[in-house]
């Protein structure tokens, strides 16, 4: 769906593209992993689905500075953890990159459907201050987040715990 409009990355009018607000490679693993090979979403568990959530947001040429940190993140974490939980992870400069564009699109997805209702004003200032702070770092035009830091903690499944009420199925939250 190509609609001309107002890239939210690079700001410009350019034609925008349906853009992924996780990573395409996440759901195709839902998909993959999942017991039909389907995907449902919360709003909606009796309707099937075949991909994530995108709407048209981004322009093609920040679909591809997006995609350069996706791959290597791809590529060097989700796979090998996936396969191996114990694997060590060297950090590397696009690292940071990766973290703040899932943040930022996440972010810039809920304030402009406005599923920011109960936020203060002090605290939707704070939310446009990181907006926009991670948009420049995304840019390589800010080489740090600031106080908009980001943490990465890989967690495994919990297989062992000594509280004995919790659900089967409790992995999956």
């Not at 992993?33 to 909606?44: D, K, V, Y």
């Not at 564009?101 to 599923?115: F, N, P, Q, T």
Request: with cysteine; aromatic share 12%; glycine share 4%.
């Amino acid at each position: 769906m190509n609609n001309l409009s107002q890239c939210r990355l690079c700001k410009k009018g350019k034609p925008l593209i349906n853009s992924h607000i996780l990573p395409a490679f996440v759901f195709r693993w839902q998909k993959e992993t999942s017991a039909n090979g389907h995907l449902r979403f919360g709003e909606t568990p009796n309707r099937r689905t075949q991909d994530g959530i995108k709407f048209p947001f981004l322009c093609s040429d920040c679909e591809g500075i997006l995609n350069k940190v996706e791959t290597p993140f791809k590529n060097k974490i989700f796979d090998p953890y996936l396969t191996d939980p114990s694997v060590k992870i060297k950090y590397q400069d696009w690292m940071l990159k990766f973290c703040v564009s899932i943040s930022w699109r996440v972010l810039a997805v809920y304030r402009e459907k406005g599923w920011l209702k109960n936020y203060t004003k002090e605290q939707l200032l704070s939310v446009d201050e990181a907006l926009e702070m991670w948009r420049q770092v995304i840019l390589g035009d800010r080489k740090h987040p600031e106080r908009f830091i980001q943490h990465f903690i890989p967690l495994s499944a919990i297989s062992d715990t000594s509280v004995s009420n919790l659900p089967k199925n409790f992995n999956r939250y």
